[in-house]
T-cell receptor
Framework: EDQVTQSPEALRLQEGESSSLNCSYT??????LFWYRQDPGKGPEFLFT???AGEEKEKERLKATLTKKESFLHITAPKPEDSATYLC???????????FGKGTKLSVKP | AAGVIQSPRHLIKEKRETATLKCYPI?????VYWYQQGPGQDPQFLIS???????DKGSIPDRFSAQQFSDYHSELNMSSLELGDSALYFC????????????FGPGTRLTVT
């Protein structure tokens, strides 16, 4: 069964304290791995898509990387406005729907 | 840039009533997905449509049905509502069913009392 596991469940950082979020996956035929940001009560906001091992993408303070078993979302010098839940999802096999992990709730204190 | 539009944004229904949720995808997107997100949970896939045909089916109860219309908007019909149906319902759209980003709407918060 396809599975996505995110760690840690929650992460508290001081402003400027860099860290990484992990997403490990077990799927048959990965077609894409997606990172989303979700604020409370709002729809997930698309951040990145990664398609193959070794791929990296960056956007402002965020950088996503992908290996054959996991993905990391690196946050460099975070700010309080980066506080949100970060969701990892995979698209696999013949289906187009996303399979989500439980998310990592990030809190950045000033 | 145009985004996915969902209506209504909030809906309160009583048990055993019916509800209809609407989704208008981003222009030129022909694929629509419906997800359900319970409190503190991750989004769970319900059903998807590509070019007005059902393409994939997830954990959608038999009490729910959905369709995609000629203008690509989609409606999720929910009948015999139960307390456990209270959740955020998201619609997402993409350019194609395969290996393309899915963009989510703001969601409809359904409360069943």
């Amino acid at each position: 069964e396809d599975q996505v596991t995110q760690s840690p469940e929650a992460l508290r950082l001081q402003e400027g304290e860099s860290s990484s979020l992990n997403c490990s996956y077990t799927v048959s035929g990965l077609r894409g791995l997606f990172w989303y940001r979700q604020d409370p009560g709002k729809g997930p906001e698309f951040l990145f898509t990664l398609y193959s091992a070794g791929e990296e993408k960056e956007k402002e303070r965020l950088k996503a990387t992908l290996t054959k078993k996991e993905s990391f979302l690196h946050i460099t010098a975070p700010k309080p406005e980066d506080s949100a839940t970060y969701l990892c999802a995979v698209q696999a096999g013949s289906q187009g729907n996303l399979i989500f992990g439980k998310g990592t709730k990030l809190s950045v204190k000033p | 840039a145009a985004g996915v539009i969902q209506s209504p944004r909030h809906l309160i229904k009583e048990k055993r009533e019916t509800a209809t949720l609407k989704c208008y995808p981003i222009p030129r997107h022909d694929t629509v997905y419906w997800y359900q997100q319970g409190p503190g949970q991750d989004p769970q896939f319900l059903i998807s449509f590509y070019e007005k045909m059902q393409s994939d089916k997830g954990s959608i109860p038999d009490r729910f049905s959905a369709q995609q219309f000629s203008d690509y908007h989609s409606e999720l019909n929910m009948s015999s509502l139960e307390l456990g149906d209270s959740a955020l319902y998201f619609c997402a759209s993409s350019l194609s069913p395969y290996s393309y980003e899915q963009y989510f709407g703001p969601g409809t918060r359904l409360t069943v009392t």
